[in-house]
């Protein structure tokens, strides 16, 4: 069975730090790229981050460029994301994805790519 499972968000403060966490299990991970994803309330969903099937680099939307970062730890199937200098724009519910295609940056955006989700985590940013 193939799971997502994210965790790691909560309540926190502007300028605060949240450091999400997504375990994936049922499928060769490391065989993936996995992004991030966020939905606001009443809004559509939106791409956050990328990051490729071997790891390395990082590819963020340009509202979290330079405050979020992505890792991923191929020996636990789980994917980071760090989220530094938080924002009330923040707030949404962060969901984790998984493709099997290696995406350009111009599909990183494209929900249809993506084989599997997770459930997941709210995030609110509020003092």
């Known amino acids: 069975e193939v799971q997502l499972q994210a965790s790691g968000g909560g309540l926190v403060e502007p300028g605060g730090s949240l450091r999400l966490s997504c375990v994936a299990s049922?499928?060769?991970?490391?065989?993936?790229?996995m992004s991030w994803f966020r939905q606001a309330p009443g809004k559509g969903p939106e791409w956050v981050s990328s990051?490729?099937?071997?790891?390395?680099?990082?590819i963020y939307a340009e509202s979290a460029r330079g405050r979020f970062s992505i890792t991923v730890d191929n020996a636990k199937n789980t994917v980071h994301l760090q989220m530094n200098n938080l924002k009330p724009e923040d707030t949404a519910v962060y969901y984790c994805?998984?493709?099997?295609?290696?995406?350009?940056?111009?599909?990183?955006?494209?929900?249809?790519?993506?084989?599997?989700w997770g459930q997941g985590t709210q995030v609110t940013v509020s003092s």
């Open positions: 994805a998984a493709s099997s295609l290696r995406l350009p940056f111009g599909l990183m955006a494209d929900r249809s790519r993506y084989d599997y």
């Open positions: 990051i490729g099937k071997s790891g390395g680099a990082g």
């Open positions: 049922g499928f060769a991970f490391a065989d993936y790229t």
